[in-house]
């Protein structure tokens, strides 16, 4: 199955009634033409479909920009935008983007409350598809359709550990919730278990990575899923145990699950970030040789083009004056995502992770007025590429489009990187944390292949600050940074500064209670505020 051609079908062809979560978000059909009767096999896996385009594809959300209301795209600026990994200049003069750059949003900043509104749109879609699914009977035997349902179970847990990561608290709704009623208001701690519970059974329904297909969850995205929820139980639920157990040795279990199917890095760091990466995804259609990737989220130039997720972070992360062509850029650039120094100093001159373009720009972030022209500040992030593997090493000197060393480019304004979600690295640095918090589980070793692979020795030992300095290093523009520095308790205060936070360009403390986002203004009179906004 070509999952690129089944979100097309899905999102043109077939109404899905979704009935928003919360009273104040009306989810509507995309299409007003829409099919209201599923009569095939393919329609139903198109139906199911839908809910991966959901996290690809525009839509379903009120939005004054529908490209920047992609899901991955509006996770990037909550997760990235407020941390020392990433910063966005005032010229795009993009109302809330400051706020989020200084770590300091509102609860009117429209941000936010489309990143809210991303999240309870993709659950509500995840729910309905559950239900229709029932009546799929003709088609598919029950195994199968318990299988679908648990893959949009995952999708659903997905967005809801987004939702208890960002927010704390939320509506909690799922297959069986009645459409129309105020669904109940759960706190973190409640998400936690209701989610983890609901994951727990789900994954037992999914088929491993190996014999899954390319670009739908498998059974070791739910366990990394679940690990990540693990990871960061005692900033959820204030306790490091659940149900008498150490979440630390639980999230141990997951990853060591994951490991013992999905052995191996991807030999080469930067080919996981290029528009080749679908090989390095683990599933039936590629193998897990090399799967590092445990799931991404396909994206396609000609089939599944968007605005957000890596199209965001090629063209949309590229400057004015820099070779953009080299990394496969044919399209005017945006100017936008750049990095911020702290993350830049992290890495040792042999570390082949550090892809980044300094060209004539400052390394310090003095004026943030303007980005993207020589002498204007930040360098230029070249982790993800939109050129393949097979033209990453050409020269930047080949500027004739007559030599056969002339870089690729791509045909149009979008990109086709996948955008990884979960990878074997991550989980790897996991189990070092997991060690490092009393879970027998070979840390270090996993600690060091992490190091290895990016050309870097080993090491005998590591301290918390060592492993979070790793993890900025091998993951940064993944949408995991703001998450790590909370749980590293670096986030808030004036522990650690980077440059613009709280709004000063040397960084200040914010207040602790930043530690959630705020609930937006349309949502609490459901909800409620979270405390200190």
């Known amino acids: 199955m070509k999952i690129s051609k089944y979100i097309l079908f899905c999102g043109v062809s077939l109404m899905v009634g979704v009935t928003s979560c919360v009273g104040d978000l009306d989810v509507k059909p995309i299409n007003p033409n829409d099919k209201t009767e599923i009569t095939s096999k393919d329609e139903y896996i198109g139906l199911m479909m839908r809910a991966y385009g959901g996290l690809v594809m525009e839509g379903g959300i009120t939005v004054s920009d529908g490209g920047a209301g992609v899901y991955f795209r509006q996770l990037f600026n909550q997760q990235e935008l407020p941390t020392d990994e990433c910063l966005i200049g005032l010229n795009w003069n993009d109302a809330g983007i400051d706020e989020l750059v200084y770590a300091q949003p509102?609860?009117?900043?429209?941000?936010?409350?489309?990143?809210?509104?991303?999240?309870?749109?993709?659950?509500?879609?995840?729910?309905?598809?559950?239900?229709?699914?029932?009546?799929?009977?003709?088609?598919?035997?029950?195994?199968?359709?318990?299988?679908?349902?648990?893959?949009?179970?995952?999708?659903?847990?997905?967005?809801?550990?987004?939702?208890?990561?960002?927010?704390?608290?939320?509506?909690?709704?799922?297959?069986?919730?009645v459409v129309g009623e105020i669904p109940p208001t759960y706190s973190r701690s409640e998400l936690f278990k209701a989610v983890v519970e609901d994951l727990k059974d789900a994954i037992e329904h999914v088929s491993p990575a190996a014999q899954q297909e390319y670009g739908r969850v498998s059974k070791e995205a739910g366990l990394a899923l679940l690990a990540k929820l693990y990871l960061n139980a005692e900033v959820y639920t204030g306790s490091a145990t659940y149900n008498g157990e150490s979440t630390w040795q639980l999230c141990a279990n997951a990853c060591q699950q994951i490991t013992a199917s999905i052995p191996n890095l991807a030999p080469t760091y930067k080919y996981l970030f290029c528009a080749s990466n679908h090989k390095y995804v683990a599933s039936s259609t590629y193998g897990t040789a090399n799967g590092e990737i445990l799931w991404a989220v396909p994206q396609d130039n000609q089939t599944m083009q968007c605005w957000g997720n890596t199209t965001y972070l090629t063209v949309g992360a590229y400057a004015t004056d820099s070779p953009a062509a080299v990394y496969g850029c044919n399209a005017g650039v945006w100017n936008g995502p750049h990095m911020r120094p702290e993350t830049v100093r992290r890495f040792d001159d042999?570390?082949?992770?550090?892809?980044?373009?300094?060209g004539e720009f400052t390394l310090d972030l003095d004026n943030i007025e303007n980005w993207g022209t020589a002498g204007t500040c930040g360098y230029m992030c070249v982790k993800y590429v939109m050129t393949d593997e097979d033209h990453y090493e050409l020269s930047p000197d080949a500027t004739d489009p007559t030599n056969p060393d002339y870089p690729y480019l791509n045909p149009n304004d979008y990109s086709s990187v996948d955008t990884p979600v979960f990878r074997l690295a991550d989980i790897y640095l996991m189990l070092a944390e997991c060690q490092m918090n009393g879970v027998s589980c070979d840390g270090l070793n996993y600690?060091?292949?992490?190091?290895?692979?990016?050309?870097?020795?080993?090491?005998?030992?590591?301290?918390?600050?060592?492993?979070?300095?790793?993890?900025?290093?091998?993951?940064?523009?993944?949408c995991h940074r703001r998450s790590d520095l909370i749980r590293f308790g670096q986030y808030t205060g004036s522990t650690y500064n980077w440059q613009w936070k709280a709004g000063v360009q040397p960084g200040g403390a914010i207040e602790s209670y930043r530690n959630l986002m705020p609930i937006p203004t349309q949502f609490t009179p459901t909800l409620g505020q979270n405390p200190g906004y």
């Open 106 to 177: 509102s609860p009117d900043n429209h941000w936010t409350y489309e990143m809210y509104s991303r999240i309870n749109y993709q659950i509500a879609l995840c729910n309905s598809i559950i239900t229709s699914l029932n009546n799929a009977g003709d088609f598919f035997t029950s195994a199968e359709i318990d299988e679908m349902q648990a893959e949009m179970r995952v999708l659903r847990d997905l967005s809801y550990y987004h939702m208890i990561d960002i927010f704390g608290k939320g509506p909690w709704t799922n297959e069986y919730s």
């Open 350 to 358: 042999n570390d082949q992770r550090a892809l980044f373009y300094a």
């Open 447 to 478: 600690y060091n292949k992490v190091r290895i692979r990016a050309g870097l020795p080993a090491v005998g030992s590591y301290s918390a600050q060592d492993l979070l300095d790793e993890r900025n290093r091998e993951l940064y523009w993944e």
